[in-house]
């Protein structure tokens, strides 16, 4: 069935960057708008960045903009979180996710329907 699979670096010192990639089975992947969120314990998963289902509108949350980019390839059916300028603050589990039969961006977690295994992202001081 669907499943998206990430990876990536999750260990890096502040101020650095690493790159986390969302590789999706779904066939139609080129028409889900994709999502990342980040959780952390005893808090609600929280929207990070989206990305509409062509790659051509993106949305982020404050505590992130300018620091990290969403992006997509669909030809590889792989979405993709850039994130620069790491703060300890960032440290949570991020998990990538994908709606179903919506082009456009969300950020409520609800209207998510596929969703990746989880990474923790620790950033150290």
């Known amino acids: 069935q669907v499943q998206l699979v990430e990876s990536g670096v999750g260990l890096v010192q502040a101020g650095g960057s690493l790159r986390l990639s969302c590789a999706a089975s779904?066939?139609?992947?080129?028409?889900?708008?994709m999502g990342w969120f980040r959780q952390t314990p005893g808090n609600e998963r929280e929207f990070v960045a989206g990305t509409s289902a062509s790659g051509g509108s993106t949305y982020y949350a404050d505590s992130v903009k300018g620091r990290f980019t969403i992006s997509r390839d669909n030809a590889k059916n792989t979405a993709y979180l850039q994130m620069n300028s790491l703060k300890p603050e960032d440290t949570a589990a991020y998990y990538c996710?994908?709606?179903?039969?919506?082009?456009?961006?969300?950020?409520?977690?609800?209207?998510?329907?596929?969703w990746g295994q989880g990474t923790q992202v620790t950033v150290s001081s």
């Open positions: 779904v066939r139609t992947f080129s028409r889900n708008a």
């Open positions: 996710a994908a709606r179903a039969s919506w082009s456009s961006i969300s950020t409520r977690a609800f209207e998510y329907d596929y």
